[in-house]
């Protein structure tokens, strides 16, 4: 079975933020870029997705109304240990941004950000989520397409 390029490149974005034309605008941008993207407002929304399904790339907003985007960095990566992190604020902050760091964050984008620069973090973690599953497969000595499948909710990552 042959693997385009395109299928290794395309990651399962969740997007967090309590802003309804933030969520819309990067799930433009994304989708553009030939991502799938899940986007909610809330903790409780984002916890139940991450459970749902393996998610590849989760944009975070630091603030989410009364809720804190930082406490769940570590909840959202619980389920699948791939998934890579990224805050998003309007209250960029160097001390936020070490802690976010600290806690195991991919990286941190202060609003306003532009498409380029969605597009060119979303691009590093597919390489790098495309360089992981060739590895995997080598080692595994199975079929670089097998490890493309997205596992069940019972093989999570």
């Keep these: 079975m042959e693997v385009s390029q395109d299928a290794v ?14 969520r819309r605008v990067l799930g433009i941008s994304l989708e553009a870029e030939g991502h799938q993207v899940i986007a909610v407002s809330n903790k409780k929304d ?7 399904r393996c998610i590849d790339l989760a944009l975070v907003d ?7 985007g930082m406490e769940l960095i570590s909840a959202l990566r619980g389920p699948c240990a791939w998934t890579r992190i990224v805050v ?3 209250y960029a ?5 070490v802690e976010a760091m ?7 984008l202060p609003k306003s ?13 597919a390489e790098l989520r495309a360089r992981a599953i060739h590895s995997w497969s080598k080692r595994a000595n199975r079929p670089f397409c097998m490890l493309l499948t997205r596992p069940s909710a019972e093989e999570r990552c």
């Design 9 to 22: 490149l395309s990651l399962t974005v969740l997007v967090l933020d309590d802003e309804p034309n933030i």
């Design 62 to 68: 630091l603030r989410l109304g009364t809720e804190s």
């Design 46 to 52: 984002a916890l139940s997705e991450a459970r749902r």
């Design 93 to 97: 902050a160097i001390d936020s941004a």
């Design 88 to 90: 998003i604020t309007a």
């Design 113 to 125: 950000f532009t498409h380029e620069q969605v597009a060119l973090v979303a691009g590093r973690v």
């Design 102 to 108: 600290r806690r195991g964050t991919f990286d941190y």
